[in-house]
Nanobody
Framework: QVQLVESGGGLVQAGGSLRLSCAAS????????MGWFRQAPGKEREFVAH????????RYADSVKGRFTISRDNAKNTLYLQMNSLKPEDTAVYYC????????????WGQGTQVTVSS
């Protein structure tokens, strides 16, 4: 059974930093793409970043490019999202997700972690 468990959310002032973690278990993720998404109150869920588990190729949403960094630790089966220069508009529930390489839809989702950025 695949499990994705996020942690690391919290309350931070604008300009601050947080690092989110996502512990993945239940299968081998070497052929997977791991992503971070977020959903703000009253808004649809949006893509933040993704990384290929095997090669480490990354892609970011324009809104976070240059401020957020996605990475993974293969040995620990853990995905990270380092968030710097946080803005109030980054406030959202952040989710990690996994999909097979070559597919477009994500098969597995975590329960989410709240990030709140105060102005």
């Amino acid at each position: 059974q695949v499990q994705l468990v996020e942690s690391g959310g919290g309350l931070v002032q604008a300009g601050g930093s947080l690092r989110l973690s996502c512990a993945a278990s239940g299968r081998t993720f070497s052929s997977y793409v791991m992503g971070w998404f977020r959903q703000a109150p009253g808004k649809e869920r949006e893509f933040v970043a993704h990384i290929t588990w095997r090669g480490g190729s990354t892609r970011y949403a324009d809104s976070v490019k240059g401020r957020f960094t996605i990475s993974r630790d293969n040995a620990k089966n853990t995905l990270y999202l380092q968030m710097n220069s946080l803005k109030p508009e980054d406030t959202a529930v952040y989710y990690c997700a996994a999909r097979q390489f070559g597919q477009t839809s994500y098969d597995y989702w975590g329960q989410g972690t709240q990030v709140t950025v105060s102005s």
